[in-house]
């Protein structure tokens, strides 16, 4: 599949749809940025006629003055379509049910009806000189003589590109090549299609289409939608580009920072193992794997993708599948040098931890590599001194933090959105003129029961160059935990960058 396809995102509208999830017009106007920088060149912003805030936030997209073109959702009646044209879009998204199990018992029309609904709307649009794109809703539980008569129908009328919805997800690949090919037969303008995920194989369906002809794919940031969801953009856009070699105008380095973007603000969390943008997606604990890998990535990952084409980076992970060439990269990484002996001993007690179901952090191996070695490895250029944090119903939560950096004492105060977020941002602002770094991730589960309860707090944080490093901590208190696993990890990554800047 040799050829260049174009690419049609819809987060801001059926991805919004996903249950539960509610976007702010500040929020799908900086999604809607980022999409643009992103290289996607038809973008959905919404559905005018369903609410007044819908219709100003589409309106406010349209006006951004993108790249890409800003398109509307709209029922094939005369209010939805003149709420797109009163938003100045680009493109009218117009659709109807064209299944016999919708048309019956949703809209209630016959299918003499439903042709003329669609056709007028298509004109309509095309007399207001705006694109037009027509879905034949449920196209693919549509018989199939009725569905090529409505798309010709819509044809004749001027529309500019029709869309083949598979609404509930029910194709099968082959099916779905086979849907489109019979479409693309018989219809002259463009093909799109929109999958969804019902059975988890939205993104199959969607490569099926577009090799049958399709030229258009609807896709969503992190496979976010109606259900299931629809197909994810990510994976659409590397399995064209990498495996079938086609193109899109997508800039794929931007790929994390959008998925990134996308959980933060929808709150719908990307499992580790997502493919290519989730936090494992070219990570690697086992040892053989990571020997390979370290010798030439290519030998245990896919090659034809790279961490770097898609904005992530490789993460080799110690832990209970771990071998000796990972873990002596890591303490060499940290400045460490060992025996054999010295090294076969690091690897059996981090194994002993990781067997009792512990996470390994840089912050575990380091320490094991002290006791192992019978040293202090590294100076802690950070003490904490004292901390404390108000919060309440009526209080803003504040933090206060004191320390010894080096030979100074250092002290900040800063407020968060709770006692967590206040003592992170105190830390991060006491340590400021030292040196930069951010918080990652942040991970807190309780490990007893009760309120009472050990809690453990997982931290990875970040410099400037994008090195991370993770630390652990564990108390009663989740602010105390958080601000010590912090300070160890940023005392770690002080470490790591005395021997970077000495290399
Ligand atoms: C597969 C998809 O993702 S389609 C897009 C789905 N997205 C959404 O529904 C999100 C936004 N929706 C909304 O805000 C509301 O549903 C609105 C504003 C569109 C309509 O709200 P309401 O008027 O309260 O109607 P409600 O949502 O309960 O029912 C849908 C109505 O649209 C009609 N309808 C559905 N599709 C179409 C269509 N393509 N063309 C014409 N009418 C349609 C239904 O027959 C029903 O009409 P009725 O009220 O005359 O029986
Ligand atoms: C509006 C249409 C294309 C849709 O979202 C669907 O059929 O799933």
Redesign the pocket.
């Known amino acids: 599949m040799n050829t260049h396809k174009t690419i049609f995102d819809t987060t801001l509208?059926?991805g919004e749809?996903t249950p539960g999830v509610s976007l702010t017009n500040e929020q799908k106007l900086k999604i809607a940025r980022q999409l643009d920088k992103l290289g996607v060149d038809v973008l959905e912003a919404g559905?005018p006629?369903?609410?007044d805030g819908?219709r100003q936030n589409v309106r406010a997209i349209a006006n951004e003055g993108l790249s890409l073109d800003v398109c509307g959702?709209a029922?094939?009646?005369t209010k939805?379509l003149d709420a797109c044209i009163d938003c100045n879009v680009d493109m009218i998204h117009?659709?109807?049910?064209t299944s016999d199990i919708q048309r019956i018992h949703?809209?209630?029309k016959s299918r003499e009806e439903v042709v003329a609904?669609a056709v007028n709307a298509v004109e309509y649009i095309k007399d207001h000189g705006v694109k037009c794109m027509f879905s034949a809703?449920d196209a693919t539980r549509t018989d199939l003589d009725y569905l090529i008569e409505v798309y010709k129908a819509v044809e004749g009328a001027g529309c500019d590109i029709i869309n083949v919805?598979d609404?509930v997800g029910i194709m099968a690949p082959s099916s779905m090549y086979q849907l489109v090919k019979n479409i693309n037969n018989e219809v002259n303008i463009p093909i799109d299609v929109h999958c969804h995920n019902d059975f988890g194989i939205a993104v199959a369906n969607s490569l099926m289409a577009a090799e049958a002809g399709a030229s258009q794919i609807q896709v969503t940031i992190n496979g976010i939608g109606?259900r299931a969801g629809n197909a994810n953009l990510a994976e659409v856009v590397m399995c064209l580009h990498s495996i079938y070699g086609a193109k899109t105008n997508i800039n794929t380095e931007y790929l994390l920072e959008t998925a990134k973007m996308v959980e933060n603000y929808t709150g719908i969390h990307m499992p580790a193992n997502t493919p290519i943008v989730g936090d494992n997606a070219f990570a690697h604990e086992s040892g053989i794997h990571t020997h390979g890998v370290l010798e030439k990535s290519d030998t245990f990952e896919p090659g034809i993708m790279t961490p770097e084409m898609v904005g992530h980076k490789r993460r080799i992970v110690i832990g209970k599948h771990a071998g000796k060439h990972a873990v002596k990269k890591s303490l060499e990484d940290m400045g460490i040098e060992t025996t054999e002996e010295q090294l076969d001993e690091i690897l059996i007690r981090i194994k002993d931890i990781a067997n009792k179901g512990k996470r390994i952090c840089d912050a575990d191996l380091h320490a094991v590599a002290s006791a192992v070695l019978g040293r202090n490895l590294g100076n802690e250029t950070i003490i904490l001194k004292e901390f404390s944090v108000m919060t309440g119903n009526l209080t803003t939560p504040t933090a206060v933090v004191r320390a010894k950096i080096g030979d100074e004492e250092a002290v900040a105060s800063n407020f968060g959105v709770g006692p967590i977020d206040a003592a992170l941002k105190a830390v991060e602002l006491m340590i400021g003129g030292y040196t930069k770094v951010k918080v990652r991730d942040f991970s807190l589960e309780a490990i007893t029961g009760g309120s009472d309860a050990l809690a453990e707090v997982t931290i990875s944080v970040e410099d400037e160059h994008g090195r991370v490093v993770s630390a652990q901590s564990a108390s009663a208190d989740i602010a105390t935990a958080s601000v010590d696993a912090l300070i160890t990890a940023i005392n770690i990554l002080l470490e790591k960058k005395k021997l970077w800047s000495m290399e």
Request: without cysteine; proline residues 4%; aromatic residues 8%.
């Open positions: 509208r059926d749809q559905f006629v369903s609410s819908e959702l029922r094939v009646l939805d117009t659709f109807v049910s949703t809209i209630k609904m809703m919805p609404t109606e």
